[in-house]
């Protein structure tokens, strides 16, 4: 079962900032947060990862609290592209691991 | 540099057939999983091939195998197809003990009538 706890859906004004929240409350001390999102009929494709400290990349900013126990991932100008399906998950940062899908947040970016 | 392809990227088949998938991982990875994602749901952990061997495995019944070639491509095979084996079918390859992430495949739509 997935370690995290999403929100169903969530809508975006083009534009503005999108935050998705994740609660991950059991997280260990070796794991990672991940984010990955799966536009309509393709893949996952990775975001960003991190483990406690706060960290931002082309794509996003991941904002993690202090015990660990929530993050938000932020898409800083959303567009419409960004529309899809997001996913928190918790692992080892270290390839040797499956990872655990819940079913996401859809964020859908209006016009 | 191609990433990770699937093939076919449709199928249909008729219940209690078999069905072979295949899945060539991105240039350099040498770690295969596979994943079955319900119309709906998120991705859920089939397997994972590593030297040619399945190094885990998720809660599958056995009619789901795999295999994992010298050149580190992969196939799955379901057997005995099921009305619910209808699913997208995910390939994410990644290279075993690193810190990089791991890349998706286009995935397989599988139907089964």
């Known amino acids: 079962d997935a370690k995290t706890t999403q929100p169903t859906s969530m809508d975006c004004a083009e534009g503005r900032a999108a935050n998705l929240p994740c609660n991950h409350s059991t997280i260990s001390g070796n794991e990672y947060v991940y984010w990955y999102r799966q536009i309509h009929s393709q893949g996952p494709q990775y975001i960003i990862h991190?483990?406690?400290n706060n960290e931002t990349n082309e794509m996003a900013s991941l904002i993690i609290t202090e015990d660990r126990k929530s993050s938000t991932l932020i898409l800083p100008h959303a567009t419409l592209r960004d529309t899809a399906v997001y996913y928190c998950i918790v692992r080892p940062e270290i390839n040797n691991n499956d990872m655990r899908f819940g079913a996401g947040t859809r964020l859908t970016v209006k016009p | 540099d191609a990433g990770v392809t699937q093939s076919p990227t449709h199928l249909i088949k008729t219940r209690g057939q078999q069905v072979t998938l295949r899945c060539s991982p991105k240039?350099?990875?040498?770690?295969v999983s596979w994943y079955q994602q319900a119309l709906g749901q998120g991705p859920q952990f089939i397997f994972q091939?590593?030297?040619?061997?399945?190094?885990q495995r998720g809660n599958f019944p056995d009619r789901f195998s795999g295999h994992q070639f010298p050149n580190y491509s992969s196939e799955l095979n379901v057997n005995a197809l099921l009305l619910g084996d209808s699913a997208l079918y995910l390939c994410?390859?990644?290279?075993?003990?690193?810190?990089?992430?791991?890349?998706f495949g286009q995935g397989t739509r599988l139907t089964v009538v």
């Open positions: 240039s350099g990875h040498d770690t």
């Open positions: 091939y590593y030297e040619e061997e399945e190094r």
């Open positions: 991190g483990l406690k």
């Open positions: 994410a390859s990644s290279l075993l003990d690193s810190y990089t992430e791991a890349f």
